[in-house]
């Protein structure tokens, strides 16, 4: 049968987190998830599917949302106790990735359960990846004929990271068409030959009173969800900056992660007394100087190109129907 995971509410609640499969209103299989405060792992404390519903995937579909879960909140791995000597329970993880917890030492540890009956811990830690060298990967400018693969990266990327959905790839196509991109600072990154990441650069101001000072800012940067933690996005920022650097650029003020950008250098934009549009400061908002030092005296409030906020979400959703459908998800942190 086909079937769809979907978010289950769970009231006022955010910790625990529920995904499950509904048929004719009845929950037939269900995964729930932990976010312990004090250890960076995911723990599924439910992980169910009716008997007359097993092997069909429906397990396996909601490990994988508890993956992308743990991928998102950059978690260091997923815990899950199961009952000792259930052989078929053992197959399925073993087959999910999972392993007793304190293999290989091969000495997992055994513990009893509120019920009395013995549990094993297993946990899953996803591999680790290989860091690429410059040579592994080749940046250069886009081609018109690779607009929509372009596109298709940035959508999953970014697919139900910030909310359920993205609207990035349609950022994307529209900045191509604003006066305020520079194609001449963007740059796409291919390994053997396929499109893996893309960084996109436009036009910013910073205004104080009647003085405005030009700045760069960029985005999206992205790269496809299979090929993040290989040191991609680095490689395209470090080319990118340098060839902001020789074009004159002061420095760049972006919107974006704070916990990756600053092992690129960014700081928060109070260190250069600049605020958002609303006279904001927060630790997603953040730059860098291109040169020691250009960044002083610019102060004022930023300022990025009006298309950041014209992506009405009918035209998102028009568009995202070019590219091969991708599965709207609720995932815990998003933005809304």
């Known amino acids: 049968m086909s079937f769809q995971v979907i978010h289950l509410p769970n009231g006022e609640q955010k910790n625990p987190c529920s995904w499950g499969v509904v048929e004719n209103g009845e ?26 519903y097993r092997r069909q995937g429906m397990g396996h579909a909601l490990l994988a949302v508890a993956k992308k879960q743990a991928a998102f909140e950059r978690r260091s791995g997923i815990v899950i106790e199961i009952p000792c000597e259930e052989e078929t329970a053992e197959a399925f993880f073993q087959k ?32 680790r990846k290989k860091i690429l060298k410059p040579e592994e990967v080749e940046i250069r400018k886009e081609l018109p004929e690779e607009y929509h693969k372009t ?13 359920p959905g993205c609207n990035e790839h349609y950022l994307v196509h529209k900045l191509r068409d604003s006066s305020d991109y520079l194609p001449e600072l ?26 405005e000072t030009p700045l760069l800012t960029f985005g999206p940067l992205c790269v496809k969800p299979e ?7 680095k490689l395209l920022l470090k080319e990118t900056m340098k ?31 600049i605020t958002t549009a609303d006279g904001a400061n927060f630790d997603a908002f953040m730059g860098i100087e291109l040169l ?45």
């Open 227 to 233: 090929w993040q933690g290989c040191g991609i996005g």
């Open 186 to 211: 963007s740059r796409i990154a291919l390994v053997d030959g396929e499109i893996v990441g893309t960084i996109m650069y436009s036009k910013a101001v910073v205004r104080e009173g009647e003085k």
């Open 96 to 127: 999910e990735g999972f392993c007793p917890a304190g293999e290989p030492q091969n000495n997992a540890a055994e513990e009893k359960s509120e019920t009395g009956k013995k549990t094993r811990k297993w946990s899953y830690s996803p591999k």
């Open 243 to 273: 060839l902001a650097a020789q074009a004159g650029y002061s420095g760049i003020v972006i919107f974006g992660e704070p916990e990756y950008y600053p092992k690129a250098g960014f700081v928060t934009c109070d260190h250069f007394g």
């Open 151 to 163: 596109e298709r990266v940035a959508q999953e990327a970014f697919w139900n990271l910030h909310h």
């Open 27 to 52: 929950v037939i299989a269900r995964i729930e998830t932990l976010q312990p405060e004090t250890e960076n792992v995911l723990r599924i404390t439910e992980l169910f599917t009716a008997e007359a």
């Open 292 to 336: 020691p030092g250009a960044m002083e005296g610019i102060h004022g409030k930023f300022y990025e190109s009006e298309v950041f906020e014209h992506l009405p979400d009918a035209e998102v959703e028009a568009f995202s129907r070019e590219f091969p459908p991708l599965e709207k998800q609720y995932f815990p942190g998003q933005w809304d």
